[in-house]
C-alpha cells in the first residue's frame, strides 16, 4: 500500500475521540488525493513527524510544501499532532487486544490456556445445567514426555507440544468445542452437548491424528509419540461443582495410564490398543509425586539402593520428622524400574485394622479386594506371581496387624519386595533395618561460608527459605545462625523445614534464638530420646509463633483422616467465630509454613508428627466431640448427595468423590456408629455409601449396614443396602426378600416415593431370584406406577429393565429379547456403555436359549462387554464357559472358568464360583477326565442345596448335560462314590481340583 493509500486507509477509520478529528480528517483526504501529502514509516528532513511525547509514528510527507499557504500550513501541523494522538490509541487498543488474545491463548502452542478452559468450563457448565444436556471432557496426557526430553532435548520438546495441540485441534473442530492447554504436556477438549459415546469416538480420533504425527519416541516401546486420555461425559445437577467433571476425567486418565497408556478410558470404556511401555522403566507405579526437590541424602540413596537389591524386606526406621516417607518415595522412583508390575505406595497412617490395611493394599495395586477369614492368603495367592515394590508408610501403630500380613505376602512369591517406614522395626524374620541418619549440620558457627553452605541441613533451610522468600540468600550476617538453627534442631528435616519457613517474617538471627530458648527444657528431662523430644519441641515452638485463628484451625484439622479439601475444611473446622472464609485463608497461611502439607490433587493433610501433635491439642481443648460431630455430619452430607446423583451422572464420578475419601468415612461411621456416638447419622452414612464398598471390600461396609440396623432399623436404604449385599454375594434369597419387604414397609410409612420405587425394585429382584415370578411381577407394576406419578424417564428405564429381567427369568424369549434389544440401543444413544453391556449379557444367555450359540458367543465379546469392570465381566465369563463348551471350545472353557473361579474366591462370591466349577466339571467330563467332573459334580450339587438357589436356563443345561454324561459313562456304584466324595469337598478343596482340572494347580 502507497503512502497515500495508507493515509487515506488511517483517516477512513470508524469512530472519534474529539470534535475536531472528522474536521482534520476531512482536509488531510483532500489533500492526500490531490498526491500532495502521503504517510511514510520514517521520517525525513522536511516532514512533518507524527509525535506523542517520545513516541513517533511516522511521518506527513509534503510533495510540495512551498506553495502551501501559511494558514494551510499551521493546519497540516495541528492535524500532524491530532494524527499521531490517534495512532497512539490505536497502537494502544491494538496493543490491549493483543495482551488480552495472549491471556488467554498458550504462548507455546497458539490454543488456548488454562484460563480460558477455566473460565469456559463454568460458562459451559451453567448452559448445560440449563439445558439439562450432558458435558463431555477429555484429558489428555503425553506418554513419557519426561523420557522424550531425555532423549531429544527441550527444544524438540516443544515442538512435539506444538504437532500434538494442533493434532487436538484437527481432531475437535466443532463449533462450540474448546481446546486447550492443561498445563505441561496435558492438555484437554471440552465438548458442550456431547454424550459419553461421542467422547469416546472424539478421543479415538484424537489418538489417531497423534499417532499420524510419526513423531519418532525413544522413550516408549511403540517408539513414536502417543498420548493417555481420560474421558467425563455428566449432565450437570443444580449446585454442582463443574470441577467434578476434570476429576473424574483425571481419574480415567490415571485408569489410562495404570492400564497401559496409549489409550482412551472413560465410564466402562478402554480403548483396544497396543501398550505403550517406557524403554527405560517398564513399569506401572502409584508413588506420591514429591513437592519439592529431596536436598542431600545422597549417600543414603545409595545404600537404600544396594540393601534393597539383596533383600526382600527394608525398614527405614527414625524418629518422626526425619524424613523416612521422603527418602522411601525416593528410592522407590529410582527402585520402580526393577519391577514389572511397578512400585506402589501405602500411606498406614489413618488405618488401625486388618481389614482396611488389606483393602488399601489390593485397591492400590489392582488385586481383588478379600475379606473373610482366608483374605491374607487371597491376597498373597493373587500376588504370587507378581513383580512389585510395596512401600508401606508409618507402620509403628499397625505392627501388630500388619506383620503378619508382610509375612504371608513375601512367603507367597519371590517377586514381591517391601519397603517400610516406622519408628519401630516390624518384628518380622528376614527384616533388615537401616535406622536412618539425621542431616549432616556444622559443628561450629566459626566455620566459613562455603564450608557451612556445603552441610545437607544448611541447604535444606536455604531451600525452604527460599520456597516463602525468593531472595533468601546464605550470607556472611546470617550463615552461622542458620548453622545454629541446623545444629540446636539436631538436623531434623521436618524441624528445619519448620524453622525455615519463618523466614517469611523474621531473621535467621532470631529464628536461632527463639529455637534455643524453645529447646533449653531438653538438657535435663528428654535424654532417652532427645531427637524425638527435639522435634516435638520444634513442632510446639512453631504452633506457639502462629497467630490464635492459626492455633484453632490447626488442632481442629487433626480431626480428619487420610486427607481433606479446604472445602472440607471450611465445613468441618468454621464455627460462629471461625468463618469458612476466614478458614480457608487461614489453611494456605499454614500451608506456607509448613504446617500443613499438600498434594497434587489439591488436596491437604497432615504430617504424621504434626498430626498427632495437633490431635494432643484437640484433646485438651475439649473439642473432639463438637468436631467429630461436624466431620460426620459433613461426609453424610456428601454421601447423601453421592447416593441421589447416581442415577444422574456417572457412577464412576460419585465412586471416585466417595473413594477418595473413604478413610473419612471410616473415621465417621466409628464415631457415629461403633462408638454410638450419632447412631442415626451413622446409618445414614452406611445407606448412602453401599455401593462403593464394592471397590475396597463388600463384607467391610456389610458390617456397618448390620450395625447400623441393629441400632437404626428403621432406616428403608439400610435394608435396601442389605438387601443388594446379599445379593451380590448370591447368599440367602429368604433373607434378600425380607430385607427388601423391611425396606418397603418403611418406605411407605414415610410416604416417600423415590424409597418406595427403590425398594419394590429390590424387592421384586429378591422374589425373581426366588423364583416367584407373579409376585415379581406384581412389584414391578407398582413401580411402573410411581415411575408414572415422578415422570422421570430414568425411572421408566429402571422399570423397563426389571420387565426385562422378569420375562428373561420366565423363559418368555420373544418378550424378554424385544426389551432388552430396546434398552440396549437407548442406552448406546445415550453413551451409557457400561448399562448397555450388562444387558447384552442378556441378551446373550436369549441367544444361547435359543440355539445360536455362536451369536452368544461374540456377544460377550462386544467392546461395551470387554471394557466391563472384573465384577460385572465376571458375571459374563461364567456363562462363556457353558456357551463354550456347547461349542467343543472345551480347552478355552477351562480357562475362562479358571479365571472365573479365582475371582469368584477372592470376592467370596459362592455361587458364581460354583456354577463356573458346574461349567469346569462338564468340560472335563467331555474330555475324558469324567472321574474329576464326577467328584465336581458331587460337590456342586452339595452346595446348591445349601445356597438354595434355582438354575437358570443356561446352569441347566450344562447340569443336565452333566449329568447325562456321567451317567452313560460311569458305572452306577462308581459314579454314586465319586459323587460321595465330592459332596464331602470343603470349598478350598474344590476349587483346587477344579483348577487341577483346569491344567493350573
Known sequence: MDGFARLLEILGRP????????????????????????????????????????????ALRLHDPGELAPDVRSMLDACALLLATRLERDAAEAERARLAELAFSDGLTGISNRRAFDETLAREW??????????????LDVDFFKLFNDAYGHQRGDECLQAVAQALRRAVSRTGDLVARYGGEEFVALLPNTPAGGAAELAERVRAEIAALRLDHAGSSLRRVSASI?????????????????????????????????????????????????????????????LAPLVGRGREIDELLDIAARERLLTLVGVGGSGKTRLATEAAEHLAERFADGAHFVDLAALHERETILSSIATLVGASVPSGDDAVRALADELAERSLLLVLDNCEHVLEALAPIVTTLLRAGRGLRVLATSREPLGIPGEVLYELPLLGVPPSDALALAEIANYDAVRLFVDRARAVRGAFALDEQNAPHVASICRTLDGLPLAIELAAA????????????????????????????????????????????????????????????????????ASVCSDATHVPDEVYDVLVRLARKSMVATTNDGRYHLLEPIRQFARAKLDAASEVAPLAARH?????????????????????????????????????????????????????????????????????????????????????????????????????????????????ELAEDSGERTSRFDALLRRAQAFANLREHDAALRDFERADAIAAEIGDERYDAHVSRARARAALMREDWDEAQRRYTDLVLRYRAEGSDHQAAVLLRSLAEIEFARGNVDAAIAATYEPECLALDVSQRMVMDTNLTCYLVAAGRYAQAREVARVVIAQTWERELRVGRVLAIQHMALAAALSGERERAARLYGFVARAVRELGFEREYTERYTWERLSTSLEESLEPATLARLIAAGAALADEEAVGLALRTAGVA
Open 632 to 744: 460426620a455430619a459433613y461426609f453424610a452430607q456428601l454421601a447423601l448427595r453421592a447416593r441421589r446423583s447416581e442415577r444422574e451422572s456417572a457412577r464412576t464420578a460419585w465412586m471416585f468423590r466417595v473413594g477418595t475419601d473413604i478413610d473419612n468415612y471410616r473415621a465417621a461411621l466409628a464415631w457415629a456408629l461403633v462408638e454410638g456416638n450419632e447412631p442415626a447419622l451413622g446409618a445414614a452414612i452406611a445407606a448412602d455409601i453401599a455401593s462403593v464398598w464394592e471397590s475396597f471390600g463388600v463384607r467391610e461396609g456389610m458390617r456397618y449396614v448390620e450395625l447400623a440396623i441393629a441400632r437404626v432399623p428403621e432406616h428403608p436404604y439400610l435394608w435396601i443396602a442389605r438387601s443388594w449385599m446379599l445379593d451380590y454375594f448370591g447368599e440367602r434369597p429368604r433373607e434378600q426378600l425380607d430385607a427388601a419387604q423391611r425396606a418397603l
Open 502 to 569: 519463618r523466614v517469611a517474617v523474621t531473621t535467621p538471627q532470631e529464628i536461632a534464638e527463639h529455637v534455643r530458648r524453645s529447646l533449653l527444657p531438653l538438657g535435663d528431662g528428654y535424654r532417652s530420646e532427645p531427637r524425638q523430644r527435639t522435634m516435638e519441641a520444634t513442632i510446639a515452638w512453631s504452633f506457639a509463633l502462629l497467630t490464635g485463628a492459626e492455633q484453632v484451625l490447626l488442632r481442629r484439622l487433626a480431626i480428619f483422616a487420610g486427607g481433606f479439601t479446604s472445602e472440607a475444611a
Open 126 to 139: 451453567a448452559n448445560a445445567e440449563r439445558a439439562g444436556t450432558q458435558l463431555s471432557l477429555l484429558l
Open 230 to 290: 481420560g474421558i467425563a461425559s455428566m449432565r450437570p445437577e443444580r449446585g454442582s461443582d463443574p470441577e467434578s467433571l476434570v476429576a473424574v476425567a483425571d481419574h480415567e486418565l490415571y485408569r489410562a495410564k495404570l492400564n497401559g497408556r496409549n489409550r482412551a478410558c472413560g465410564e466402562h470404556y478402554e480403548s483396544q490398543a497396543e501398550r505403550a511401555l517406557p524403554v527405560r522403566k517398564g513399569t506401572r507405579n502409584h508413588l506420591p509425586l514429591p
Open 15 to 58: 469512530g472519534s475521540f474529539s470534535d475536531l478529528w472528522p474536521l482534520c480528517a476531512a482536509a488531510l483526504a483532500r489533500i492526500a488525493a490531490a498526491q500532495s501529502v502521503e504517510f511514510v514509516a520514517e521520517a525525513s528532513d522536511g516532514d512533518l513527524p507524527l509525535r506523542v511525547g517520545n513516541a513517533t509514528y511516522g
